[in-house]
T-cell receptor, first 111, second 117 residues
Framework: GESVGLHLPTLSVQEGDNSIINCAYS??????FIWYKQESGKGPQFIID?????DKRQGQRVTVLLNKTVKHLSLQIAATQPGDSAVYFC??????????FGKGTTLSVSS | GAVVSQHPSWVICKSGTSVKIECRSL??????MFWYRQFPKQSLMLMAT?????????EQGVEKDKFLINHASLTLSTLTVTSAHPEDSSFYIC?????????????FGPGTRLTVL
């Protein structure tokens, strides 16, 4: 992921809308990518992952897209709910190395 | 499965004292554990990587003599913040791998909030 910044970007959506959160990663050698959700005062919670040999993976209400050409990762959340409000981080690594986290995006869902 | 716990969940200490934070893998043997630090409204920053029975590998800029890491068993790693100062106040999070055959997969603890007065 990108180096740590001081301010987290914010995405504000209405309940029921689809949300798209983006992440640019830095290491072209990374072969594993994960999206985490973090609520205030808690550790990161796994959402979905994708390996470098794929460009799309779907879960329940979530889809991750990987574009290796431009080193871009996105998380799509369908029918966003108030309970989805949190900070979302992308993370990357190669097997045998630690996860490196991106800057994070604050998702705010209003009902 | 694959649960990681941390203790304590929060701690307040006086400047100059040392604080120990424990990270435990409850239902698996963690070949590798990682320690992260997170300041308010920032991302998680990797501090160090530790393998059981070996010395930890610290990231650039992290003082190994200040942040002592011990990984004495396959289920326990400890982080000791020595001579803590207010600037060490942060959210410390550990993760562990080894629950599955995939080293990519890491499981995170709930974090420890350290406040140094």
């Amino acid at each position: 992921g990108e180096s740590v910044g001081l301010h987290l970007p914010t995405l504000s959506v209405q309940e029921g809308d689809n949300s798209i959160i983006n992440c640019a990663y830095s290491n072209s050698a990374s072969d594993y990518f994960i999206w985490y959700k973090q609520e205030s005062g808690k550790g990161p919670q796994f959402i979905i992952d994708i390996r470098s040999n794929m460009d799309k993976r779907q879960g329940q209400r979530v889809t991750v897209l990987l574009n290796k050409t431009v080193k871009h990762l996105s998380l799509q959340i369908a029918a966003t709910q108030p309970g989805d409000s949190a900070v979302y981080f992308c993370a990357e690594n190669q097997a045998g190395t630690a996860l490196i986290f991106g800057k994070g995006t604050t998702l705010s869902v209003s009902s | 499965g694959a649960v990681v716990s941390q203790h304590p969940s929060w701690v307040i200490c006086k400047s100059g004292t040392s604080v120990k934070i424990e990270c435990r893998s409850l239902d698996f043997q963690a070949t590798t554990m990682f320690w992260y630090r997170q300041f308010p409204k920032q991302s998680l920053m990797l501090m160090a990587t530790s393998n059981e029975g070996s010395k930890a590998t610290y990231e650039q800029g992290v003082e190994k003599d200040k942040f002592l890491i011990n990984h004495a068993s396959l289920t326990l790693s400890t982080l000791t913040v020595t001579s803590a100062h207010p600037e060490d106040s942060s959210f410390y999070i550990c993760s562990a791998s080894g629950a599955t055959g995939d080293f990519n997969e890491q499981f995170f603890g709930p974090g420890t909030r350290l406040t140094v007065l």
